[in-house]
């Protein structure tokens, strides 16, 4: 168990700047998630901090300890890849064994450490089997297993689960969750999943172009994103975004644009006054757009009318495609019962007191 500190890294292939100006410090035993777009440089940080890695500047500090100098089998982290990288020749039990045998860890306890693992990943019975006799879940599971031998003090995840199917990775992520309750072990967990970030890490960082956007819990960066970048990641469907101008008119504040005039509730309009008529994106969750019969009336909220242009039921909601006139479609997440049909004409209501307003011109965050 260690804390895992990062120190104003960048690391540089060439022209490419892969990472930039990246600080995090990581508590013993956190589940820490990196989550952005491909190519954002979440696996270059993971691997910096494996060691496979040289970086180009800043210092990363396992334990309290810099480490930039220290190879990368002395750092007491083991690492778990989408693509499992097991021995093909070897059962599961010497996969399991094989760093404990170069540790020369004598073999009775090698032997009880591998059947105490492979009982708490439920695979005690697999432990003859080779790797091609296995399925992609018990796969990761021995890769897993692999590393949990080790005993390591950090735990690396490369988009572990990216190979199972859609169940398969659902009833992984509930595994892997459970085992760190377990274990307690620092966990970096890199994914391009949105549900696997939002449900496993303690804490979430967004990434984009090697820059960190937000670090927070899931449910922080879900209610109160730090930029248009992240608001636009983070959940899904992904949050409708609206251009609009702020206007105000007899000490009252809307954000306006063709067909639609929102009213902004008192305590956001503080915000707005140095910036009457000046650009804007208005986001709104797909669940803060409600059918204005299912409305809470006394819920803050202000309407519009849209034309419904598709229907998802999906049995527990049903996402509405709506086309307000003049206006991009807008996706509602609505009650699974509304009475709505392809073509119909309906009023909206908008929970303004739920909504965020970004920056036009850099997705700077206004509220
Ligand atoms: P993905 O989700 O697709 O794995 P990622 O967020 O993990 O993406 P990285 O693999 O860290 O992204 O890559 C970050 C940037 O650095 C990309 O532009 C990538 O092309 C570049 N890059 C990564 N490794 C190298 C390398 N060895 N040589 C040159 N450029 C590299």
Redesign the pocket.
């Known amino acids: 168990m260690a804390d895992v500190k990062i120190e104003n890294v960048r ?1 540089q ?2 022209e ?4 930039e100006n990246f600080s995090l410090n990581i508590q013993d035993g956190e589940f820490i998630i ?1 989550v ?12 910096s901090i494996a060691g496979l ?1 040289t970086i180009t500047s800043g210092e990363i500090y396992i334990d309290g300890k810099p480490v930039s100098k220290v190879a990368p089998k002395k750092r007491d982290i083991a690492m778990v890849f989408q693509n499992y990288a097991l021995y093909p020749h070897m059962n599961v039990r010497s996969n399991m064994a094989f760093s404990l045998k170069l540790k020369k860890v004598p073999k009775p306890k090698i032997n009880e450490i591998v059947e105490r693992t492979a009982g708490l990943l439920g695979m005690g019975e697999l432990l003859d089997r080779k790797p091609n006799e296995l399925s992609g879940g018990q796969r990761q599971r021995v890769a897993l297993g692999r590393a949990i031998v080790r005993d390591p003090k950090v735990f690396l995840f ?2 572990p689960l990216s190979n199972l199917d859609a169940k398969l990775r659902i009833s992984m992520r509930a595994e892997l969750l459970s085992l760190h309750q377990r274990l307690k072990t620092t966990t970096v967990y ?3 999943d949105q549900m696997e970030a939002m449900t496993m890490g303690d804490r979430i960082v967004v ?1 984009n172009n ?1 820059v960190i956007q937000q670090v927070d819990t899931p449910q922080n960066v879900y209610d109160n994103p730090a930029n248009q970048y992240v608001a636009g990641f983070i959940g899904s469907p992904a949050m409708n975004f609206i251009d609009c101008r702020i206007s105000q008119d007899q000490g009252q504040y809307y954000v306006v644009s063709p067909g639609m005039n929102l009213k902004i509730p008192e305590d956001k309009a503080l915000k707005l006054k140095d910036r009457v008529g000046q650009e804007v994106s208005l986001g709104l969750r797909p669940e803060h757009i409600i059918h204005s019969n299912f409305a809470d009336q006394a819920a803050p909220g202000v309407s519009f009318k849209g034309s419904v242009w598709v229907i998802e039921p999906l049995g527990s909601e049903k996402l509405v495609y709506i086309r307000p006139e003049n206006q991009e479609t807008l996706i509602a997440r609505l009650d699974p019962h509304v009475l709505l049909k392809i073509g119909d004409v309906a009023d909206f209501k908008v929970r303004m007191d739920l909504a965020h307003l970004f920056e036009k011109t850099h997705g700077r965050v206004i509220f």
């Open positions: 690391k292939f060439g490419v700047v892969a990472v990196l952005g777009p491909s190519g954002c440089g979440k696996t270059t940080i993971l691997r890695e490369d988009e890199v994914t391009h990434m090697g």
